[in-house]
């Protein structure tokens, strides 16, 4: 138990009726069964991943692949005109987007794509689901923005905050499929996929294949030093969910006096999900050597990416079911 968790759990053991260690030790045996069938990235997604980490890759190559899923393209077309990545000129054909983005930038544009179709969809908490799809895009684009800072890979940073909560979407939709807990709300199932989601992400992203470091971060992304050992990803991604959180695209609603322009970091609700205390935010920053005005200046890019991410429907608490 990490973090948060081990600070709550004694008061928490019993969740609207459910009971907590319960519902934990159903995820893990789900988890672990040889017969989890996890969501699934769509396979042109899958093979566009596998073809941005080759050499010399002609843009036609990304091209075929996307125009073998229609609905897919669609999205990718969209994210792509969106005030995030705006240009002069309007980008109206595949091989216009591959061209203006570049490789690297069209995988992550389709990644995003494909969680927003596939992943990031349970039936019943669509609310949440939508929340979880946009604080994810934020944090990767802020990831990038910090990692611009730092000395750490930006574009391997942006995939980890792209599927860096993929966990919180597979345990709900464990959940839902299951009688026992398909009635309960979001609300009394938050605090039990917050305490589970690092482990199902790196469960995910095994699955999926995905490069080793990637799973590893992901199932350690509230930890700086996981094992002992600084991890300046995992640093950055912290910093990255205390501004989503403070420009309003956190899980949890941001604090009323956010300010861009401040130095100082709010302290996350210490019954709030999917946050890091701010001790934990201050050894992220300090293993990142980020000072107060290097945050500060993160934390006003961090207002501004989420604006042009799009206004959020933050909820007074975590969105239930519709």
Request: hydrophobic share 45%; with cysteine.
């Amino acid at each position: 138990m990490s973090r948060l968790q081990a600070a709550i759990s004694e008061a928490s053991l019993s969740l609207g009726g459910l009971d907590r260690f319960d519902v934990v030790a159903h995820l893990q045996r789900t988890f672990s069964s040889p017969s989890y069938k996890p969501p699934m990235l769509p396979q042109v997604a899958v093979e566009l991943l596998q073809l941005a980490q080759q050499p010399d890759v002609d843009f036609e190559d990304a091209v075929a692949l996307l125009e073998k899923d229609p609905v897919l393209a669609t999205r990718v077309l969209s994210i792509a005109q969106s005030a995030t990545y705006a240009s002069r000129s309007p980008i109206s054909t595949l091989h216009q987007a591959t061209v203006r983005l570049g490789l690297k930038t069209m995988r992550d544009v389709v990644l995003e794509a494909a969680l927003n179709l596939k992943v990031f969809r349970v039936p019943g908490f669509e609310a949440a689901m939508e929340r979880l799809a946009r604080h994810s895009t934020a944090t990767a684009h802020i990831m990038r923005a910090i990692c611009r800072r730092t000395r750490v890979e930006t574009e391997f940073a942006f995939l980890c905050g792209l599927i860096h909560d993929v966990g919180f979407a597979a345990s709900l939709l464990a959940l839902s499929n299951d009688p026992t807990w398909r009635t309960s709300t979001f609300e009394e199932l938050a605090p039990v996929l917050d305490e589970v989601h690092e482990e199902a992400s790196g469960v995910l992203t095994r699955l999926w294949r995905l490069p080793d470091p990637l799973q590893r971060m992901v199932a350690t992304h509230h930890e700086a030093a996981p094992n002992g050992k600084i991890e300046q990803v995992n640093a950055s991604l912290i910093v990255a969910e205390q501004l989503v959180w403070e420009a309003g695209a956190g899980l949890m609603p941001p604090p009323d006096d956010a300010d861009p322009r401040s130095l100082a970091t709010p302290e996350p609700p210490h019954d709030g999900i999917d946050v890091n205390w701010s001790g934990v935010v201050d050894e992220a920053r300090n293993c990142l050597g980020m000072d107060e005005l290097g945050l500060g200046a993160a934390r006003a890019e961090a207002f501004q990416i989420v604006e042009a991410l799009g206004a959020a429907q933050a909820p007074a608490r975590p969105a239930g079911r519709r």
